[in-house]
Nanobody, 124 residues
């Protein structure tokens, strides 16, 4: 059974940093991609970032490029999203996602597995 367990969300002030974690279990092949989407109230899902396990290629959404950074811990099967210079518009529920085909694109329908989400709130 595939599980994606997010942690690290919370309430911060504009300009602060926050790190989200996604622990992945149940995926027995090393070819998958792991990423993040977010959704704010009343808005559509938005691609944040993705990382391919093979090759370590990283893909970032336009609104977070240069502020958010992905990293991984192979031994722990965990992906981290370091979020810097946070803005009120970054407020959303952040979902960890996994694509067993390893593509790591910005297309939500290509991700087979989704976590429960973690709330990030940025106050002005």
């Amino acid at each position: 059974q595939v599980q994606l367990e997010e942690s690290g969300g919370g309430l911060v002030q504009a300009g602060d940093s926050l790190r989200l974690s996604c622990a992945v279990s149940g995926l027995f092949f090393s070819s998958y991609a792991v990423g993040w989407f977010r959704q704010a109230p009343g808005k559509e899902q938005e691609f944040v970032a993705a990382l391919t396990w093979i090759g370590g290629r990283k893909n970032y959404g336009h609104s977070v490029k240069g502020r958010f950074f992905l990293s991984r811990d192979n031994a722990e099967n965990t992906v981290y999203l370091e979020m810097n210079s946070l803005r009120p518009e970054d407020t959303a529920v952040y979902y960890c996602v996994a694509d067993r085909r390893g593509r790591g694109t910005n297309q939500a329908h290509e991700y087979d597995y989704w976590g429960q989400g973690t709330q990030v709130t940025v106050s002005s």
